[in-house]
C-alpha cells in the first residue's frame, strides 16, 4: 500500500525507459532496475564491441559515451562513461554511443579507430573498443586537446599488452600542435621528418650527443617511424553524429517522474524535492544513487540487493553548484567532474589565496578513480558512502564544511564534518529519512593554507592508502600558527580528525620545532594495532608524519612566496614538498627497414598492422563471449571453495535447484573418479573437490541455468558444510618449516667442483637470499568457454580462450569419455593470455563441456574477475638462497643456490616452471662452479602456473641479486661486476650449453652508449647532492632467455595450408592468437614463401580438426615451431606450382594456381616441424635445452620520492637482438608490453593474502597493474642490426617474453635511488628488499628520522593481516 501512496499522488509517471543508441531510439517498456548498460548493450542489442573486464569500474574496457544536452548552458555534453556500472534505468532521456557507432570496418573507420590500429595500439583488442570510446568522448568534448587532457582520459583505462606508448603516439596526432601543424603545411606528409614520437628527427633524447648526429651514414637504413601518420584520415569534428534531435528540442524525458519495477528492485527518479523527501520517509532504507559507483559494486561483488532506489538527478536542487560569498554550495548529487570545472573557473578569476581550498580540492579529484568514475560520481556520494579511504572526507573534515540535510518530518539541518560526524564504519549521523541535500565548502582566507596528499600503490586510478590533509590558519602576516586541523583517511575505521595534535599546534610559530611536536602528538593519535586490515602497518604510520611534513614545506614555500620576508625552508628539502606530475612521454623505437630489393608483396620484416587491429578497433573481433546465442543456450556458474584447507562435510544444492530456471548441479558425483582427475602433465588434481578442499576457490560444482544471474544466485546457494583442517600452507616459508614439497622436486644442476672455490682463501664469499612476489596475469579477457553438442556421434564444439586447444580437446575427451576425434576445439583469439591460459583453461573449459555433454545443451560460461582472480593462479612466488664465491677483482667462480617457488594445491606447470629458473639463476653471467637446487613448495593456494618468463625471470632476479651484493661488497658499481662476468661467444652455460652467436657484449654496448649512461650518473649524483627528499636512481641490466620448450616433445608443431582455386589462401597453424600477432607474422611467412600479398591470405582460428596435437602457445616459440610448419606447408605447395610458373613466368598466382587445378593437382598442404638438436637430461646435465636464446639490455633511470615511497620511471633505454625482425612493430610492441608489465611485477603488482589462505586482490580495484601514467617518461627501443639467427624462421628471434626480465631495471635503479637516501640519512647502504619495491617498501627502506620514531611490534606477538605468499 505504501508504495502505491507515493505513486498515487504524482501526476505523470512513466514506467517505459526511452534512450538513444547509436542515433537509434531504444524503447524498453520494463526494464529491470538491475540492469547495466552493459548487460543491455551486450546481451539485449548484441552490441558486443563493448567489453566486460571487470564490471567494477576499474578497467575501463567498457567505456561508452553518454551524450546529455545540458538546457541551462544549451549545450550537449559528452561523457566518457563506465557501462559496466551506469545502470540501464539512468540511461532516461540520454544519448549513448558505442564503439559500433562511431565507424565500421564494413563503412568507414572512425580516425579514432583507424589511429590506434595503424599506431600499433592494439594486440590482443581486448582493451581498445574501451580506450577508442575514452579517446572519441575527449574529442567530442574539448575542441583543442592538450596532452593532459589526454593523460586524464585515460586514467580509467588499462591495458595488459601494449605498454601504453604505442596507444598514446598514435592518439598524440590529436594533439592540437600536430594537427594544426600538418593543417598549416597543406601537406599530409609533413610531418614525416619533423617531430619524432617527441624527439626530434629521429634523434633520441640525447641532443647533439646521439649517435645519429654522430654519423648519420651508420644509419641509414634504419627507421623510428614504426607507423605512417600520413596514411591517417583526417578528423573533421563536423562530420560526427548528431545528437538525437528529439532529446534537444523537447525536456520531455527529464521532466518525467519514473517509476521501474524489477523482480527485486524498484527505481523512482522524482523530480521535485518534495518528491524524493516523501520518497525518503516512506521507504527510509532506499538507497539514493547518483553514479552508482559504490552501490553498484556493492551489488555485483556483496549482492547486496536494495528493493528501493531512489535517483536524484533531476530534482535541481541536488544538482545545482552555487557560488556564495563564503564559497561554493555544491549540490549532493553534482558530479565530481563538475565540481572540477566549476572550481577550475573560479580559480582562474577569483584572487589566489581565496582558492586554496579549491584548488586542494581540484589536485586531489585528479587522483581521485579515472575520468570515466568522476563523470558520473557525486560529491554526496563519497561523503554517505563514509569509507575509511575516501579522498574527498579528509579535505572536507579538516576544513570541517557544513553539510545541508533534509528530510520531510524535521526540515531542514546543518552538520559540521567534524570528528562527530562519522559515528563508525561507513556510519555517519545522517538519519535514514534525511538525504543529504548540499556541501558548503568555504573559500579560504588570506593566511590560511591547505595541503592534502594521497599516497596509493598505483598514483593513478587506485583507492589510497593513507590520505592526510592539513589546514592550517596564521595570525595575519606571520607564521604563528592561530588554528590547525588536519584529518587523515586509512588510519581507523573512519577518517580520523587529529584534534589533540591539532590543538597541541594551535600558537606555535611554524618551524621545524613545529614538526616534532607533531610527530610525538601524531604517534599517540595515529595508532594501528600490528594486524589492523589493510596491512601496511609501519608504512601509514610513517605517512601520516611523512605527509605532514610534505605539507609543511609546501606551505612554508608558498608562504615565504606569498607574504613572510623570511625563507622557512633550504632548498635541499624544498623537493619534498613536490608530488610527481605526468608529462608529455618521449620515445623512439629503432629498427631495420627492409631494402628496396625486397618484393613489395614480401611482409617479412614490414612493420604491418597487426591483422585484427580494425576490427578490434572497431568493436567487430569477436571474442568467446561475444559469439552469438546458440538456440537453447545456458549458462554455468561456479560453486568455489571458501576454505583453503577442509573437509567437505556435506555439499546440499537443493535451495539451488529449486530456483525458476535452475536446470542441473554437477559435481564429483557426476563423474567417475577417473574422469574427475585432471591436471597438464600430472593428473593429480580434482575436477570438483571430492572429500576435501585444498585451497580456496577450488570447484565443488557447477550450478547451469537459463542465464548468468540466475546460474550465479543459484550458486551461492549451494549450501556447503566445511570441517577446518590445518595446517594451512600459505607462504614459501611455511612450507619449508612443515617440508611440504612436490615429490618430483628437488632437482639439481651440478658443474665444476664448488667445494674447490668456496675453500680458496683467495675467493671472497658472500652469501644472502631474494624474494620475488607473484603476478596476476590480468588478461583483460576473463577465461570463457562455450560447448555446443552436435548431438550425433558425441561430437562437439567447445570454443574457448586457450592458449592450448589441443589440451582443452585432450582432457575434455578424458573427462566426456569420447575419442579425440569427436572434439573440435576452436580459438579464434584471446583477450591477452601471458600463460595463464596455458594450462589453467581446463578450470572452466571442462565443467562447460560436461555440462553441454550431459545436457546436450550449448553451455557457456565467462569468469566474473574475482572469479577468475580466485581460481586460476598467478606467475610464483619465489625464494631464492645464494652463496657466491668470487675473486676479489669480482669474477664470479662459483654458486651454491636453492630455488623454492610456491607452487599451490597442484603441480600444474610449477615443476618445468622452477626448472627455467634453475636453467636461468645466472642470467647472463658465466659461472664456471655451479650447484643450483629447484623446490617445489606444494601450499594451500590456487595452483600456480604458466607466466610470460615462466620462472626465467625469477632466477634472473637471483642472479642480478648476486652481482648487486657482490657489488656492495667489493665497493664497486654493480654494472661493472656485470661487464666483468657477461657471457662470451662460445663460453658454456652451467647445463652444457654453448653460446653461439651470442650478442650480449654487443647489446650491452649499444645500450651503454644509447643510455649515455656515464653522463648521466653523474646528473644523478648532482640531482641527490641537491635534493634531499628526491633521489634519482640508475640501473642496467642484461638478459639472455633460452628459447624452445625444456620438455622436448612440445618441441612440435603443425600447418595447414588450402588454396582455392580463387587463389585465396587459408592458412592454419597449431598456435592461437592471443594479441602477441602471431598469426600476422605467420601471414607474412607465407607472404614470402608463397610469393603473394597478405591480402590474399587469411587464417580464420586456432582449431583441433585442422592441425592435431599441437603444443601450447607458449615458451615465447610460437613463431618460431609454427612458422617453420608453415613455411614447410608453403614450399610444398611452391614445388607443386613450379611447372606451372615455368610454364607462364609472366603470369599471377591466380593462373598458376588455376592451372594447376585443371591439371588435378592438389591445392593443399600440410608443415610439420620438430626443432632439430634439443633435448635436455636432467639426471646427466646433458644435452641441449634450447634452440637458441635471446639477448637484450635495458638501462633504466628512476627518481624517488622518499617521503611517500611514490616513484616515477625518467627514462629507458632498451636495445635487444631480435635476429631479422619478421615484423618490428609487433616486435617492438612485445618488448614495450612486456617491460612494462615487468614494471608491474618489479614494482606495483602485490598479491595479497590472509594467513589463511584468502585472497583479498580480487579485481583492479585491489591489484594494480601499471596504467598510463606508469610508463617510462622517455621510453626507447632499438633492435639490435646485423644480427640474423640461423636456427628460426627467416632468422628472427622470439620475443614474448625475454624483455619482461629487462624491467628489473627499474627495482634495481630504485634501490640505487634508495640507497642515496640511506646515504644521505647515514645509515647503513646495504638493505635487503625484496620485490615488488612497492611505495611500501620503498619509503620503509628510505630510513629517516621519521621512521626512526616507529616502535616494532614484536614478531609473533600478533597474526597479520596479511602475508606473502
Ligand atoms: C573504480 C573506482 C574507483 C574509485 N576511486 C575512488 C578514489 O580514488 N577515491 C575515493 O574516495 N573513492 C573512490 N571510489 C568510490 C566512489 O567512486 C566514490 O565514493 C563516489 O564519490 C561515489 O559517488 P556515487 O555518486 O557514484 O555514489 P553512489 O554509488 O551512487 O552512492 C553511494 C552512497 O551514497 C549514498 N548517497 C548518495 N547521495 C546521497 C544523498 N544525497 N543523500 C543521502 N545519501 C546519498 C547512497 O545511498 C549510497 O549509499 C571509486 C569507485 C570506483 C568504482
Ligand atoms: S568492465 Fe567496466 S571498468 Fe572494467
Ligand atoms: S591490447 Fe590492451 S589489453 Fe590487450
Sequence with gaps: MGLLNVDEEIDEVSTVLVFYVNGKKVVEPNPDPEWTLLWYLRKRLRLTGTKLGCAEGGCGACTVMVSKYNRAEKKIIHLAVN????????????????????????????????????????????????????????????????YSDMEVAFQGNLCRCTGYRAIIEGYRTFIEDWESERIANGTPNATSNATSNGTSNGVCAMGKNCCKNKDKEEYKGESEFIFERSSFLPYDPSQEPIFPPELKVSSAYDDQYLIFR????????????????????????????????????????????????????????????????????????????????NFRKAIEILPKYKTRTLKTIINMLNWFAGKQIRNVAAMGGNIMTGSPISDLNPILMSLKVKLNLLSKKEGHRSVLMDETFFTGYRRNVVKPDEILLSIEIPFSSRFQYVKAYKQAKRREDDI?????????????????????????????????????????LNGLIWNEDVLEKAYSHMIEELPLAPSAPGGNIQF????????????????????TKDYLQEELIIPYHSSGAEQFHGVMPKSSQYFDLVGDKQLPSDAVGRPITHM????????????????????????????????????????????????????????????TTEQNTIGPIFHDEELFATEKVISQGQTIGVIVAKDQTTAQDAARKVKVEYEELQPIIVTIEDAIEKKSFYPQFPKTIRR???????????????????????????????????????????????????????????????VLHVPMNRIACRVKRMGGGFGGKESRGMLTALPVALAAHKLQKPVRCMLDRDEDMQMTGTRHPFLIKYKVAATKEGKIMGAIVNIYNNGGYSIDLSGPVVERAMFHFENAYYIPNVEVTGHVCKTNLPSNTAFRGFGGPQGMFGAENMVQDLAMRLGKSMEEISRLNLYTENQITHYGQVLEHCTLQRCWDECIEKSNLAERKKNIQKFNKQHRWRKRGI???????????????????????????????LLSHGGTEMGQGLHTKMIQVASRALGIDVSKIHISDTATDKVPNTSATAASAGSDLNGMAVLEACETIMKRLQPYKEKKPEGKWEDWVLAAYLDRVSLSSTGFHATPGIGYNFQKNEGVPFNYFTYGVACSEVEIDCLSGDHQVVRSDIVMDL???????????????????????????????????????????????????????????????????PRAVYSSKAVGEPPLFLASSVFFAIKDAIRAARADAGVPLDFCMDAPATSARIRMACEDHITQKLDQPKKGSFVPWNVVP
Aim: net charge neutral; charged share 20%.
Design 83 to 146: 557501462a559496466c556500472l551506469a545502470p540501464l534505468c539512468a540511461m532516461h532521456g540520454l544519448a549513448v554511443t558505442t564503439v559500433e557507432g562511431i565507424g565500421s570496418t564494413k563503412t568507414k573507420l572512425h580516425p579514432v579507430q583507424e589511429r590506434i590500429a595503424k599506431a600499433h595500439g592494439s594486440q590482443c583488442g581486448f582493451c581498445t573498443p574501451g580506450i577508442v570510446m575514452s579517446m572519441y568522448a575527449l574529442l567530442r568534448s574539448c575542441n583543442k586537446i592538450k
Design 1035 to 1065: 640501473s642496467i641490466i642484461p638478459t639472455k632467455f633460452g628459447i624452445a620448450f625444456t620438455e622436448k616433445l612440445l618441441n612440435q608443431a603443425g600447418a595447414l595450408l588450402i588454396i582455392y582455386v580463387d587463389g585465396s589462401v
Design 1219 to 1285: 635476429g631479422e625482425s619478421l615484423n618490428p612493430a609487433i616486435d617492438i610492441g612485445q618488448i614495450e608490453g612486456g617491460f612494462v608489465q615487468g614494471q608491474g611485477l618489479f614494482t606495483i603488482e602485490e598479491l595479497i593474502y590472509s594467513p589463511n589462505g584468502t585472497l583479498f586482490s580480487r579485481g583492479p580495484g585491489a591489484y594494480k597493474i601499471p596504467g598510463f601514467g606508469d610508463i617510462p617518461l622517455e621510453f626507447n627501443v632499438s633492435l639490435l642490426k646485423g644480427a640474423p639467427n
Design 612 to 671: 585484427s587491429a580494425y576490427k578490434q578497433a572497431a568493436g567487430e573481433a569477436i571474442y568467446c563471449d561475444d559469439m552469438p546465442l546458440a538456440e537453447g543456450e545456458l549458462y554455468l556458474a561456479f560453486v568455489l571453495s571458501t576454505k583453503a584447507h577442509a573437509k567437505l562435510l556435506s555439499v546440499d544444492p537443493t535451495e539451488a535447484l529449486k530456483q525458476p530456471g535452475v536446470v542441473a548441479y554437477f559435481s564429483a558425483k557426476d563423474v
Design 262 to 341: 524489477g523482480e527485486r528492485v524498484k527505481w523512482y527518479r522524482p523530480t521535485t524535492l518534495n518528491s524524493i523527501l516523501k520518497l525518503k520517509e516512506q521507504f527510509p532504507d532506499a538507497k539514493i544513487v547518483v553514479g552508482n559507483t559504490e552501490v553498484g559494486v556493492e551489488v555485483k561483488f556483496k549482492h547486496f540487493v536494495y528493493p528501493v532506489i531512489i535517483m536524484p538527478n533531476c530534482v535541481p536542487e541536488m544538482n545545482n553548484i552555487v557560488e556564495t560569498e563564503n564559497g561554493f554550495t555544491v549540490g549532493a548529487a553534482v558530479t565530481l567532474m563538475e565540481v572540477e570545472n
Design 752 to 814: 665444476g667442483d664448488v667445494k674447490k672455490v668456496f675453500e680458496d682463501p683467495n675467493n671472497i664469499i658472500i652469501e644472502g637470499q631474494c624474494r620475488m612476489g607473484g603476478q596476476e596475469h590480468f588478461y583483460l579477457e576473463t577465461h570463457a568457454a562455450f560447448a555446443i553438442p552436435k548431438k550425433e556421434d558425441n561430437e562437439m564444439e567447445i570454443f574457448c580462450s586457450s592458449q592450448h586447444p589441443s589440451e582443452i580437446a585432450k582432457l575434455a575427451g578424458h
Design 464 to 504: 589510497s592508502i593513507v590520505t592526510a590533509s592539513i589546514n592550517v590558519l596564521f595570525e595575519d602576516n606571520t607564521n604563528i600558527i592561530k588554528r590547525m586541523n588536519m584529518a587523515f583517511g586509512g588510519m581507523a575505521p573512519v577518517t580520523t580528525i587529529a584534534t589533540k595534535t591539532s590543538k597541541a
Design 540 to 559: 601509514r604510520r610513517a605517512l601520516t608524519m611523512s605527509l605532514f611534513f610534505k605539507a609543511y614545506l609546501a606551505i612554508s614555500k608558498e608562504m
